[in-house]
């Protein structure tokens, strides 16, 4: 137990700081989810490592037999836990969690959600509808951009009743920054054609 009222680390920083291929990885990590910095890289993949590390530990009892009382429970607690936020197939096993990687868990991500499924105009945006509250998972607003996402609550992500976010016609909202564009381009191609029409007088 840590000492009370004092914050401990959630996470694993990489045991050597200078390596350009992870450093690269990384980097791609935050372009691709939007992340703000490299410890919430981090934190998916301590949560991963966390993961295979009991997972290798359970398949090493396996090897003298079937699993059995606690290890069992702790096997299908496990695999429950992973299906459930659906980085896991209903049909895996022990061997799947292996197969695992750093995106898996990044996808699960509120602010990775709330992007994909139409709720922002970008990942930087959804970053901030969810820390300034405009985001609720079924009746709770949210606003941990890094929280993770479970299968039945994906379809219960929206804009919370009290937001501004609500009113169809709100100018953030990505469809009418779609509207915008349309618009936009509908001018461009417009003033191209009047200069075309003057080029011919």
């Known amino acids: 137990m840590g ?14 700081p200078w390596q350009s291929v992870r450093m690269t990885e990384e980097l791609e990590y935050l372009k691709s989810y939007g992340l703000r910095n490299k410890r919430e890289v981090w934190k ?16 090493a009892e396996t090897t ?3 699993l059995t009382g606690h290890k069992k429970q702790m ?28 995106k898996s868990f990044l996808d699960r991500r509120l602010q990775t959600q709330v992007y994909r499924q139409g ?27 890094s929280y993770l996402v479970t299968k039945d609550e994906e379809l219960t992500i929206g804009y919370y009743v009290n937001s501004p976010m609500q009113k169809e016609n709100h100018p953030e909202r990505p469809v009418e920054i779609v509207k915008r564009e349309i618009q936009q381009i509908k001018e461009v191609q417009d003033d191209r054609r009047r200069g075309k029409r003057r080029g011919r007088r």
């Open 64 to 66: 003298e037999g079937e």
């Open 119 to 145: 709720f922002a105009n970008s990942l930087k945006q959804a970053r901030q509808f969810i820390t300034h509250g405009h985001i609720t998972v079924g009746d709770k607003k949210i606003t941990i951009p």
């Open 44 to 59: 998916a993949q301590s949560i991963l490592r966390n993961y295979r590390r009991s997972a290798m530990e359970l398949l």
């Open 3 to 16: 000492y009370p009222g004092k914050n401990t680390k959630s996470y694993e920083t990489p045991k050597h």
């Open 75 to 102: 096997s299908e607690d496990i695999l429950n836990r992973l299906k459930r936020y659906g980085i896991l197939s209903a049909e895996a096993e022990l061997d799947n969690i292996l197969a695992l990687d750093t």
